[in-house]
């Protein structure tokens, strides 16, 4: 089922993981999915490497999730190191596979390089790759957004603007980069109805799970900590084990509200980590039926 059709009739709770670097990874990234399971999620999904093999991991995932496990997914797909007869190659193989949805995105460059370039003969923006699925396949497309803006972003308008540009080549859903502040969300929402962006937009929630690995991640996308959650990470910053339970109930609470104030689903960026959502999910009884 396509999930625009799926956030037409219910709230969403999804799950993103991401493939091993190694074959043998791949039962344990598969039991990490299997245990989620019990949570009902509308649509799980498994991102897309840089190069390598792991992306060849990411589909196999993607298909398996789907036959063996009965999971409705979303396909991750990026322009990384890809020309468009090799983004045709996998979307092919996706639609052989009966997958029904991609986000389609740009990607971030490969650690070795310093910005994104595009391939000969590929794509330079997320807003290129979408007009092209939409003009040749019949996959639901997701894409994108960033509440506090991309962070190679002109500015925030532009960035909204080119979210805009995503919308209108044929994405039928957003979902959010990672944000601790409500506040910055709905801001977005807010700029993104004025705009004109009518589509759901998902956010994305990334729980703690140690003070160092939060501060890269938000360093890494640009994400602010508010001053709260900073005071916790300070607390925290050489217990990993007190900084994952204090982030289990920084995101039901952030969980919670969002809930509250109405969003269309929660993308729980999950990380192969399973336990600290399960945890949140556990603190909240979630009631998925539209409001
Ligand atoms: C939900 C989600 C899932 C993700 N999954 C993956 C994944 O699986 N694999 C992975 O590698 N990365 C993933 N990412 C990270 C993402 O690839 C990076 O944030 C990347 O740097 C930008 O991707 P994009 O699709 O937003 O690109 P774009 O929409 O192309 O935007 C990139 C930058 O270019 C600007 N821009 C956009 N369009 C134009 C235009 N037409 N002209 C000029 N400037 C423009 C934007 O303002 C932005 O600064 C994910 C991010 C999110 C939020």
């Given at each position: 089922?396509?999930?625009?059709?799926?956030?037409?009739?219910?709230?969403?709770?999804s799950?993103?993981?991401?493939?091993?670097?190694?074959?043998?990874?791949i039962?344990?990234?598969?039991?990490?999915?299997?245990?989620?399971?019990?949570?009902?999620?509308?649509?799980?999904?498994?991102?897309?490497?840089?190069g390598?093999?792991?992306?060849?991991?990411?589909?196999?995932?993607?298909?398996?999730?789907?036959?063996?496990?009965?999971?409705?997914?979303?396909a991750?797909?990026?322009?990384?190191?890809?020309?468009?007869?090799?983004?045709?190659?996998?979307?092919e193989?996706l639609?052989?596979?009966?997958i029904e949805?991609?986000?389609?995105?740009?990607?971030?460059?490969?650690?070795?390089?310093?910005?994104?370039?595009?391939?000969?003969?590929?794509?330079?923006?997320?807003?290129?790759?979408?007009?092209?699925?939409?003009?040749?396949?019949?996959?639901?497309?997701?894409?994108?957004?960033?509440?506090?803006?991309?962070?190679?972003?002109?500015?925030?308008?532009?960035?909204?603007?080119?979210?805009?540009?995503?919308?209108?080549?044929?994405?039928k859903?957003?979902?959010?980069?990672l944000?601790?502040?409500?506040?910055?969300?709905?801001?977005?929402?807010?700029?993104?109805?004025?705009?004109?962006?009518?589509?759901?937009?998902?956010?994305?929630?990334?729980?703690?799970?140690?003070?160092?690995?939060?501060?890269?991640?938000?360093?890494?996308?640009?994400?602010?900590?508010?001053?709260?959650?900073?005071?916790?990470?300070?607390?925290?910053?050489?217990?990993?084990e007190?900084?994952?339970a204090?982030?289990?109930?920084?995101?039901?609470?952030?969980?919670?509200?969002?809930?509250?104030?109405?969003?269309?689903?929660?993308?729980?960026?999950?990380?192969?980590?399973?336990?600290?959502?399960?945890?949140?999910?556990?603190?909240?009884?979630?009631?998925?039926?539209?409001?």
């Amino acid at each position: 089922m396509k999930i625009q059709d799926i956030l037409s009739e219910t709230r969403t709770i999804s799950f993103e993981f991401f493939p091993p670097r190694e074959a043998s990874g791949i039962p344990a990234v598969l039991g990490k999915i299997e245990s989620l399971k019990s949570y009902s999620p509308n649509f799980i999904s498994v991102t897309y490497g840089a190069g390598g093999s792991t992306r060849q991991f990411t589909e196999e995932l993607t298909i398996k999730s789907k036959t063996d496990y009965d999971m409705e997914v979303m396909a991750h797909l990026t322009c990384v190191g890809h020309t468009v007869k090799e983004l045709d190659e996998v979307l092919e193989r996706l639609e052989f596979s009966s997958i029904e949805n991609v986000i389609a995105l740009r990607g971030d460059p490969p650690h070795d390089q310093a910005k994104f370039l595009a391939a000969e003969g590929g794509f330079k923006h997320a807003s290129d790759l979408i007009r092209h699925i939409s003009e040749h396949y019949s996959f639901g497309i997701g894409a994108a957004c960033y509440p506090e803006g991309h962070p190679e972003a002109v500015s925030l308008d532009y960035d909204l603007r080119y979210a805009k540009l995503k919308v209108d080549n044929g994405a039928k859903f957003l979902v959010t980069q990672l944000f601790y502040d409500n506040d910055d969300f709905f801001h977005f929402v807010d700029r993104a109805r004025d705009i004109g962006i009518e589509v759901p937009i998902i956010p994305g929630v990334l729980p703690v799970l140690s003070s160092k690995q939060i501060r890269r991640f938000t360093r890494l996308c640009g994400a602010s900590i508010p001053a709260d959650l900073e005071a916790h990470l300070v607390k925290y910053e050489n217990d990993d084990e007190s900084a994952r339970a204090m982030g289990v109930e920084y995101a039901t609470y952030q969980v919670q509200a969002l809930w509250d104030a109405g969003v269309s689903g929660i993308h729980f960026y999950v990380l192969n980590r399973s336990y600290s959502v399960s945890n949140i999910l556990d603190n909240l009884q979630l009631d998925r039926h539209t409001s």
